[in-house]
C-alpha cells in the first residue's frame, strides 16, 4: 500500500495552526495574570512585580490620611512608590520585598527622592512581618495571600490603624470604602476596637 504524504494545502493548514498555537501560549504567558509559585530553595512566596499606577499610589495615601507621625508598611514593596509616596506625606515609611533586584531599585529611589531619614526597605517575608507599629498598611498581592494575611491584620494591627489594598479586598471583611481610579480599584479598612 502506498503512504499517502500531506498535500500542501495541508501542511499550510498544520502550521497556521500550529502557529496560532505558539501565539496563543505567548500572549497567555506574556500579557496574563502573573502565575504565584514558590521559591524551592527557601520555600517562601514569591509574588512577581507589578506596579501599583503613581496615581492610584498617591490617591491611596491620600485617602488614608496619611501624615507626619504615622508609620506605614508597604507589603511587598516593588519599587518603593508606595514608601516614597508614604514619606513624603511626612511618614516613617518601611517597605518589605524579598526580590533583590527590586530592593537595591527601590532603595536607589529612595535616596534619590533623598528619602533616606524616613524611608526603607528590609528584605523580609511578609509573613514574618511584626505589623504592631504600622498606623497604615498597603498592598498589592495575589488574592490569596491578602487573605492569608487577614488574620494578621486583626490580630496585630491597633483599633484605628488603616489598611489600602489595591485590587483585593478581604473576603467577609467589607470595606469601609472603594475607590476606582483610572480604572484600577482600592479597598480601605479601619481596623476596630477589639472586643472586650
Known amino acids: 500500500m502506498a503512504r499517502k504524504f500531506p498535500t500542501h494545502t495541508t501542511l499550510a493548514c498544520m502550521l497556521v495552526f500550529a502557529v496560532a498555537l505558539f501565539s496563543a501560549g505567548f500572549h497567555s504567558s506574556a500579557a496574563g495574570a502573573p502565575t504565584q509559585h514558590k521559591d524551592s530553595a527557601n520555600s517562601k512566596i514569591v509574588v512577581p512585580y507589578a506596579p501599583t499606577p503613581q496615581r492610584l499610589v498617591d490617591r491611596m495615601i491620600e485617602f488614608a490620611a496619611v501624615k507626619k507621625g504615622d ?11 508606595i514608601v516614597i509616596a508614604a514619606a513624603k506625606a511626612g511618614a516613617r515609611a518601611i517597605g518589605f520585598e524579598l526580590d533583590r533586584q527590586l530592593i537595591k531599585e527601590s532603595r536607589a529611589n529612595i535616596a534619590k527622592a533623598g528619602l533616606g531619614e524616613l524611608a526603607e526597605i528590609r528584605e523580609q517575608d511578609l509573613f514574618t512581618v511584626d505589623l504592631s507599629a504600622a498606623s497604615v498598611v498597603t498592598m498589592y498581592l495575589f488574592p490569596d495571600v491578602v487573605l492569608k494575611l487577614k488574620p494578621r491584620l486583626l490580630q496585630q494591627l491597633k483599633p484605628g490603624a488603616r489598611i489600602v489594598i489595591h485590587d483585593n479586598d478581604l473576603g467577609d471583611w467589607k470595606p469601609d470604602h472603594k475607590e476606582w481610579v483610572d480604572g484600577r480599584m482600592f479597598f480601605f479598612w479601619t481596623v476596630p476596637a477589639k472586643p472586650r
Open 71 to 81: 508609620v506605614v508598611y508597604d507589603l511587598g514593596s516593588g519599587d518603593g512608590r
